[in-house]
């Protein structure tokens, strides 16, 4: 019995765990580089769970990518990027995540 609400309370944990966690997408429509990775055109998702980002491909595979969470003073209205073209590849330097007030900026 007691194994047995361990063993619920353990789903239960993980399900909240798993709702706290936000995803945000974006598409890119051209070859940019990310920190050390070059990300191909398509869909891309951002996982954020309290301080933890993790960069997804449409696959769902994840990618190793070098970056930071910023907060900012206010909400942002939408997701955006912030691409660089000051050097012959694109870099994409950082995501705006629509509704919250945190960028993810890549290094």
């Given at each position: 019995?007691?194994k047995?609400i361990a063993?619920i309370?353990?789903?239960a944990?993980?399900a909240?765990?798993?709702?706290?966690?936000?995803t945000?997408?974006?598409?890119i429509?051209?070859?940019?580089?990310?920190?050390?990775?070059?990300l191909?055109?398509g869909d891309?998702?951002?996982k954020?769970?309290?301080?933890?980002?993790v960069?997804?491909d449409?696959g769902g595979?994840?990618?190793d990518?070098?970056?930071?969470l910023e907060?900012a003073d206010g909400k942002?209205?939408?997701?955006?990027?912030?691409i660089?073209?000051?050097?012959?590849?694109p870099r994409?330097?950082?995501?705006?995540l629509?509704?919250?007030?945190?960028?993810?900026v890549f290094?």
């Amino acid at each position: 019995m007691l194994k047995r609400i361990a063993l619920i309370a353990l789903i239960a944990l993980a399900a909240v765990s798993i709702a706290s966690a936000k995803t945000y997408t974006f598409t890119i429509s051209d070859r940019v580089q990310a920190g050390d990775t070059q990300l191909k055109p398509g869909d891309y998702h951002l996982k954020v769970d309290g301080s933890d980002v993790v960069l997804l491909d449409h696959g769902g595979r994840r990618i190793d990518v070098n970056m930071k969470l910023e907060e900012a003073d206010g909400k942002f209205s939408a997701t955006s990027l912030t691409i660089s073209t000051a050097e012959a590849t694109p870099r994409l330097e950082s995501v705006e995540l629509g509704g919250s007030k945190v960028r993810i900026v890549f290094q």
